[in-house]
């Protein structure tokens, strides 16, 4: 697996792979409904680096960084990451947190935070504790799922270097 | 004191108010050096709802309203508050937050956090305690504070009704 910077060209398979978790509206706070013009804009854009994981010729996950806030809070940065869903199940979200985990520091940020992990997300929380990151804030009610209501958040967290 | 819906007339008053605060880079995560331009268009949006607090012609006060983030997350509001600082001292903050929580309650949001209080910002964080706010999470180094460095910032939250 190569983990790239994404292409213009990319825009085709990136919206294969996020449009259905958009869709899903289980994981993300975004609008379910939303475009696929504003589902690609949404994750590349100019305030982003988007990239996009692939074996041979085929995009299997794409994620994104971005400093989290400006100014005094521009040294922490927040990413998404989404796998395509047939190639779940094997490491692929863990391997792009790693790239840009490394990316993130390389670029001088100082720390990373998740803003919103839905707490029925139970395998991302798993994921992201196994890659050193700590639940430092819970937000109670603060994501209506479509299935479950509305349910808890977690911010999480963790210093590079 | 009247707290009314600003109106594009109101902006140089707001920049009055909120150019000082940014330029002091202590408590907001914004870019110090930020343009006035960028600075009223940051605080007066299509995104935000913006309020100011006036006393029988002077503007004491601004505030703004927004969904912290969409879809599944779009109940909880987000806020900030700015004095200007010859109105320091005089529960402005506190009757713009309290007007905040009833315009938010009304609007239909069933919470409101805040994302980032500087740690150093002891006020701020009393009054919002005193609000009814929790400290529901601690973001280690996550600003640069012009004076002390990296300081922890607190991530602050309340059910509305």
New interface residues.
């Given amino acids: 697996m190569q983990i790239r910077k994404a292409q213009a060209s990319d825009g085709p398979a990136i919206l294969e792979i996020i449009l259905p978790v ?1 869709r899903e ?1 289980a994981t ?5 409904n ?1 475009s696929e013009v504003a589902a690609l804009a949404y994750w590349m854009n100019a305030e982003k680096d988007t990239f996009v994981a692939a074996e041979n010729d085929d995009i299997v996950g794409t994620y994104f960084i971005r400093p989290n ?8 940065c927040n990413c998404g990451y989404m796998t395509r869903a047939s190639a779940a199940g094997r490491g692929v979200a863990r391997k792009m947190c790693e790239h840009s985990l490394v990316h993130a520091a390389s670029r001088g940020y ?2 990373m ?1 998740f ?2 992990v ?1 707490g029925t997300n139970e395998r991302a929380i798993r994921l992201w504790q196994s890659m050193g990151f700590a639940t ?11 299935e479950f209501g ?1 349910v808890d ?1 977690l ?1 999480m ?1 963790r ?1 590079l270097a």
């Fill in positions: 958009i509206g993300y706070s975004l609008d379910p939303m806030q400006g100014g005094g809070g521009g040294h922490v100082r720390a935070q803003n919103l839905v430092v804030g819970r937000l109670p009610e603060a994501f209506k799922h479509r509305y958040a911010v967290y210093l």
